[in-house]
């Protein structure tokens, strides 16, 4: 199908991007990557009266090192975090992640933040986000808004943007060389995850110290698996240690049945994949 006719906005500054959002009203949309917009658009799913790309506002992308942080600018591409010396240095957990979204092609043009601001609950990227305490930096109308990760995700395809509202930065405490896993059962290869487990642990002297544990699919929104995490905290890191915790890993969850799988399955899944996450993370 085509899409419907709508005006289109290339603004070169994030400035210029917030008055054009404003400018072409609530039935705008924002266009990065476009690799969750543009079937949607084709499909007719979505009429937006306008689009904004932010293409060419090249301080939206890009990452660099602030401190006791690494910054992601918001339309930096997965293949840009997947290839980054900082992303793997200091939050590997986010590059194992992006490593398994769709395919080079997808991976070229896709946009971490535009991954974000979809809020798919079958998206990759979200859980790690959560898992590793990101907070997400905003710019619209009224100004700079700092969300953390789990404020920003509020239910299925829904966010706590505002309208007018854009996502400008990523922002990651550094996790320096902790060791990290996501772990993702899919029907075929380059599809969403039917169930996803993100793990990021520090080991030493046998000991798992800190441990961080989020689900991707098993609720609307990516959900943190604390139970998971004060289970191993403190604990050798031995198989029967990490079997035990992840038996908790449906605390707290809300799993949906649909045509991949049921609520059911989706909690077996969530069990079994945080136990390889962890145990792989672990290197036991």
């Known amino acids: 199908m085509i899409p419907a006719a709508f005006e289109y906005f290339r603004p070169t500054s994030l400035e210029e991007a917030v008055t054009a959002l404003r400018d072409a009203g609530e039935d705008s949309k924002i266009i990065a990557g476009g690799q969750s917009l543009m079937p949607v658009l084709r499909l007719r799913l979505a009429a937006p009266s306008a689009l904004v790309d932010l293409g060419r506002v090249a301080e939206l992308r890009g990452i660099r090192e602030e401190g006791d942080e690494i910054v992601i600018g918001a339309t930096t591409t997965h293949h840009e975090v997947l290839h980054d010396p900082l992303v793997a240095r200091h939050a590997r957990l986010l590059a194992e992640a992006t490593a398994t979204v769709a395919d080079p092609q997808i991976r070229h043009r896709g946009t971490l933040g535009g991954s974000l601001a979809h809020a798919d609950p079958a998206g990759d990227l979200a859980a790690p986000a959560v898992a590793l305490d990101a907070t997400l930096r905003v710019v619209g109308p009224a100004g700079i808004r700092t969300l953390t ?118 909690s077996h899944l969530a069990q079994v994949l945080t136990r390889r996450a962890v145990t792989t993370a672990t290197g036991i």
């Open 149 to 266: 990760a789990e404020e920003f995700f509020q239910d299925y395809f829904t966010t706590a943007l505002d309208a007018g509202e854009i996502l400008a930065e990523i922002r990651i405490p550094k996790h320096t060389e902790w060791a990290a896993r996501y772990e993702k059962f899919h029907r075929a290869a380059q599809q969403w995850s039917i169930v996803g487990v993100a793990a990021t642990v520090s080991v030493a002297g046998g000991t798992i110290e800190r441990a961080k544990v989020a689900l991707t699919n098993m609720a609307a929104v990516p959900i943190r698996a604390r139970g998971v995490e004060e289970s191993l905290v403190g604990q050798p890191a031995t198989a029967d240690t990490i079997r035990a915790a992840a038996e908790r890993a449906t605390d707290g969850t809300d799993p949906m049945t649909d045509g991949n799988a049921d609520a059911e399955y989706r």
